[in-house]
């Protein structure tokens, strides 16, 4: 079982930045896709941006152009590059790993954003 721990959440003001990371207990080498999700209060949790093992990313429409994902397999380690931060973006964001009969969470880390 793979432990996924998320850091880097904090209070941000609006137009400002942070980097989410996710470091895995094992080698993600096998994970084919790694994830970053997202649930704001009273909201479902939805995707923000995936990366595939062959570097190949997907963003919701709401953060494209304003997030990057990213991946180091020799770290084992994931990223989330947050910029020009909007209220809106304020939630607890989950790291996920998914692959062939594995789905692994992480237990998120919270971002606020506010003046």
């Known amino acids: 079982q793979v432990q996924l721990v998320e850091s880097g959440g904090g209070l941000v003001q609006p137009g400002g930045s942070l980097r989410l990371s996710c470091a895995a207990s094992e080698s993600i080498f096998s994970?084919?896709?790694?994830?970053w999700y997202r649930q704001a209060p009273g909201k479902e949790r939805e995707l923000v941006a995936a990366i595939a093992n062959g570097g190949s990313a997907a963003y919701a429409d709401a953060v494209k152009a304003r997030f990057t994902i990213s991946r180091d397999n020799a770290k084992n380690t994931v990223y989330l590059q947050m910029n020009s931060l909007k209220p809106e973006d304020t939630a607890v964001y989950y790291c996920n790993g998914r692959g062939t009969l594995m789905n692994y969470w992480g237990k998120g880390t919270l971002v606020t954003v506010s003046s």
Request: glycine fraction near 20%.
């Open 31 to 35: 994970i084919n896709v790694m994830g």
